[in-house]
């Protein structure tokens, strides 16, 4: 019975954090409290909304790749030391990080949502 109590509880702890690591990846919070510095030196800003989304406002210097061409548009992102990717409510750039990331590109920020990146830009 004990046992079960152990198991039951690991399972819980698991549960918990595979919860936390799922939020923090898809939240859209940037999990990063250097973004204002990263942004700062030079920082490579995607917007990976919609085209028509992109036209009704986005963070000052961002490009537009949406989501669904980040991976045909690679090349955009070769020789990019820091990139920023965000959307409207950090789920898309999430994806995008995650299609980034998987591609070779080490610092890839989720910035989360594009008013939390232009608020960023200084």
């Known amino acids: 019975m004990k ?8 399972l819980v702890i698991i549960g918990v954090l595979m919860l936390n690591f799922l939020n923090s990846l898809f939240s859209g919070e940037s999990g990063d409290d250097n973004l204002t ?8 800003l995607v917007d990976v909304r919609t085209p028509e989304e992109f036209a009704m406002g986005s963070a000052p210097g961002a490009v537009n790749i949406p989501l669904d061409k980040v991976a045909a548009r690679m090349k955009e992102f070769e020789g990019k030391e820091n990139i920023v990717v965000f959307c409207r409510s950090g789920n898309r750039s999430g994806q995008a990080k995650q299609i980034l990331e998987a591609s ?8 989360g949502t594009w008013q939390n990146v232009r608020n960023h830009v200084k």
């Open 37 to 44: 510095e990263v942004i700062k030196n030079g920082a490579f």
């Open 3 to 10: 046992s079960n109590y152990i198991k039951i509880g690991i």
């Open 104 to 111: 070779g590109h080490k610092e890839v920020i989720n910035g």
